[in-house]
């Protein structure tokens, strides 16, 4: 069974700088995909960014990255330039379906 | 990317009654699931919701408990029956063309029974 641990339940960040949210995964699979979602405070979820494992290039969407370790099976996501609408729960997840129990941003102005 | 409308926003029910949430998609999608997601927590699978034929549900989750319909290709209902306070929580639909795309999320449905 596909299990995902999210270590850090809090992190909280200045604004402008750079945080980076820490996920690791575990499946049997050999093909799979891997998201961040982020919650904010209004409850709709809402995708980051998204991995397939079978790329070695980390994904990038704007001031969001990922480092990608399929061998340490460790998916962290980094936040550049942290923006007061960056706070919110960061769900990490591994298909089929499997959710971390998040972490929560918090950003200081 | 898909618009998700699901009603209730949020309800308080009495021990023991049943209620029905809707979950309206503005396009057709092949996959629609049903979370739980207790306040701060993260989100449990409740079921696959499989159109014309049965929900197909996680480990934990009866067919008695949660009905879940799925008539078409943009409509499903998940009904939480005989509930009791643990039933408290907030019910999320969402849906995906695969399980390896990105899941679109329903605004939720807080639930508290007294």
């Known amino acids: 069974a596909q299990t995902v641990t999210q270590s850090q339940p809090e992190m909280s960040v200045q604004e402008a700088e750079t945080v980076t949210l820490s996920c690791t995964y575990d499946?049997?699979?050999?093909?799979?995909?891997l998201f961040w979602y982020k919650q904010p405070p209004s409850r709709q979820m809402i995708l980051v960014i998204r991995q397939e494992a079978y790329k070695q290039q980390n994904a990038t969407e704007n001031r969001f990255s990922v480092n990608f370790q399929k061998a340490a099976k460790s998916f962290s996501l980094k936040i550049s330039d942290s923006q007061l609408g960056d706070a919110a729960m960061y769900f990490c997840?591994?298909?089929?379906?499997?959710f971390g129990k998040g972490t929560r941003l918090s950003v200081i102005a | 990317s898909a618009v998700i409308s699901q009603k209730p926003s949020r309800d308080i029910c009495q021990r023991g009654t049943s209620l029905t949430i809707q979950c309206q998609v503005d396009s057709q999608v092949t996959m629609m699931f049903w979370y739980r997601q207790q306040p701060g927590q993260s989100l449990t699978l409740i079921a696959t919701?499989?159109?014309?034929?049965?929900?197909?549900?996680e480990s934990g989750f009866v067919i008695d408990k949660f009905p879940i319909s799925r008539p078409n290709l943009t409509f499903s209902t998940l009904t939480v029956s005989n509930m009791s306070p643990e039933d408290s929580s907030i019910y999320l639909c969402s849906v995906s063309t695969r399980v390896n795309q990105p899941q679109h999320f329903g605004d939720g449905t807080r639930l508290s029974i007294l």
């Open positions: 499946t049997s699979e050999s093909d799979y995909y």
């Open positions: 997840c591994v298909t089929p379906l499997v």
């Open positions: 919701a499989n159109q014309g034929s049965e929900a197909t549900y």
